[in-house]
């Protein structure tokens, strides 16, 4: 079992920036990627980024160049930096924890609102 718990959610003005944190406990080897998604009010979840163990990234096209996703393995914590911030990336940011295709379950963190807005 993993649990997932996020930080650094906030109101920042369009432009700014904001850095969340996601830390892990539990059965840290079995996870394989971690990663961010996010939630606007009145739609669906949506993934953001994405990072394996390998360090293998991927982002959706709408925060490439903007946010950067990185893990520090010796804290067991994942983290999104987000910068050039823009209203519509206002959102309840979800980290999440995928495991190895062995133990095969997903865990998501409780969430963390982002408000972007002047």
């Known amino acids: 079992h993993v649990q997932l718990v996020e930080s650094g959610g906030g109101l920042v003005q369009p432009g700014g920036s904001l850095s969340l944190s996601c830390a892990a406990s539990?059965?840290?080897?079995?996870?394989?990627?971690m990663g961010w998604y996010r939630q606007a009010p009145g739609k669906e979840r949506e993934f953001v980024a994405t990072?394996?163990?390998?360090?293998?990234?991927v982002y959706v096209d709408s925060v490439k160049g903007r946010f950067t996703i990185s893990r520090d393995y010796a804290r067991n914590t994942a983290y999104l930096q987000m910068n050039s911030l823009k209203p519509e990336d206002t959102a309840v940011y979800y980290c999440?924890?995928?495991?190895?295709?062995?133990?095969?379950?997903?865990?998501w963190g409780q969430g963390t609102q982002v408000t972007v807005s002047s």
């Open positions: 990072i394996t163990t390998a360090g293998d990234v």
């Open positions: 539990g059965s840290i080897s079995t996870i394989y990627a």
């Open positions: 999440n924890a995928e495991q190895y295709s062995d133990y095969g379950n997903t865990y």
